[in-house]
């Protein structure tokens, strides 16, 4: 007893650094150092450095005493920091301390710490609670409620997350969206049509909400949700919605998705017409959304017709194609790539080389071989069969 005696008044007394180093050693003592932790804190309510470390030290007890001393220490700390730390250690001292936090939910004026600890368990135990603070006036409050019930499948959480749809907060309707993308399985089973929830979103009043809806019609992956992103995309939009239906469509990784993204290709209508930027970074999304998609063969063909619909000659963006073309693993590509060996970029030639070597080596590199000795070739595309031949 006279060495936790000792521990404490060095935890009391010392700095920063000497208060982390003993506070480690607390938890050694077992239970009887609770009720000093807890004389600690109560007779130095002036010292918040201190109550944050002694805090600390209460989180390692899984002891009724433990949790109704930090419990208290939330409502009462001065320092958010302690509040917070006290919130923390109920988290993780775990189903022991929901019951004390529960009480709290109801007039603590540290409602969003409560909800916050809670959030942090994974028993199931917490999904009523937090369903009974679904409405608080603090979006803060509604947006980590959402967030947190989104993980439990659970039929009562429906109706808070169609509550949440509808929800004044933008972040809370994200929350909801995703969290209804999540739990679709859960949506299906009650016969929600999740495309029907979910589209409207896609021209919300708030650009990150419509990016939201977008992912998670994404995330769903059906023919239906692979249509609702292709009608949102030919309007005209803002480009970052634009690319994360792209990236939405690269998710889905099917036959249609893979057609919505080879439509929204951006071409040049003449050779007279100027290409932005933005044409650029579209094109360059796609490419990596179509190397993402499978199956192959269908990503193959979108991406051998993107190589010859370029909005204009970018060996950036041939390089891209390049890479994509050797991610994909399919045969077919390999005419397209000695094709670009013909580029005079000698970075495109090189991309082209390793994607070459990437589908089939043997048969590419024979391929190759024979194109020496064919006088049909053009000569571009012969210099670049010698540099890769040198290459290999």
Request: net charge negative; with cysteine.
């Amino acid at each position: 007893m006279s060495e936790l005696v000792s521990v404490l008044s060095e935890l009391k007394a010392g700095d920063f650094q000497s208060r982390w180093e003993t506070a480690k050693q607390i938890p050694n003592f077992g239970e009887p150092a609770i009720a000093s932790l807890i004389d600690l804190l109560n007779q130095n309510v002036d010292d918040p450095e201190l109550q944050w470390f002694v805090a600390r030290a209460l989180g390692e007890f899984n002891h009724a005493d433990a949790v109704m001393a930090l419990a208290q220490l939330m409502q009462d700390a001065a320092e958010d920091d302690v509040a917070e730390i006290a919130a923390q250690m109920l988290a993780q001292i775990g189903p022991q301390s929901v019951d004390a936090l529960a009480a709290l939910l109801d007039s603590s004026p540290s409602r969003a710490l409560v909800v916050s600890a809670l959030a942090q368990m994974q028993d199931p135990v917490i999904v009523p609670l937090l369903i009974q603070v679904v409405a608080d006036e603090d979006a803060s409050v509604r947006w980590k409620v959402i967030e947190t019930l989104s993980r439990f499948h659970d039929p009562t959480i429906i109706p808070v997350l169609l509550q949440g749809l509808a929800d004044l907060s933008a972040k809370v309707r994200q929350a909801a969206i995703a969290g209804i993308s999540y739990r679709a399985h859960l949506f299906q089973e009650h016969h929600y049509d999740l495309v029907a929830l979910i589209e409207p979103f896609l021209k919300d009043l708030d650009l990150p909400v419509c990016q939201t809806a977008a992912l998670a019609l994404g995330r769903l992956g059906t023919n239906a949700a692979a249509e609702a992103l292709r009608a949102a995309s030919t309007g005209p939009i803002p480009m970052p919605l634009k690319l994360t239906i792209v990236q939405a469509l690269g998710q889905m990784s099917n036959h249609q998705s893979v057609q919505v993204l080879q439509k929204l290709w951006p071409q040049a209508i003449s050779s007279l017409q100027m290409v932005d930027d933005q044409d650029q970074t579209l094109a360059n999304a796609i490419v990596k959304a179509l190397a993402l998609s499978r199956p192959a063969d269908r990503s193959t063909q979108a991406l051998i017709y993107c190589l010859h619909h370029q909005p204009m000659a970018d060996p950036a963006l041939q390089k891209n194609i390049a890479n994509a073309l050797g991610q994909s693993g399919d045969p077919q590509a390999i005419p397209e790539l000695i094709q670009l060996l013909g580029i005079p970029d000698m970075g495109v030639r090189l991309h082209a080389i390793a994607a070459l070597k990437q589908i089939a080596a043997e048969e590419a590199y024979a391929k190759l071989q024979a194109l020496t000795t064919d006088l049909n070739v053009e000569q571009g595309v012969r210099d670049g069969v010698a540099i890769a031949l040198q290459e290999w």
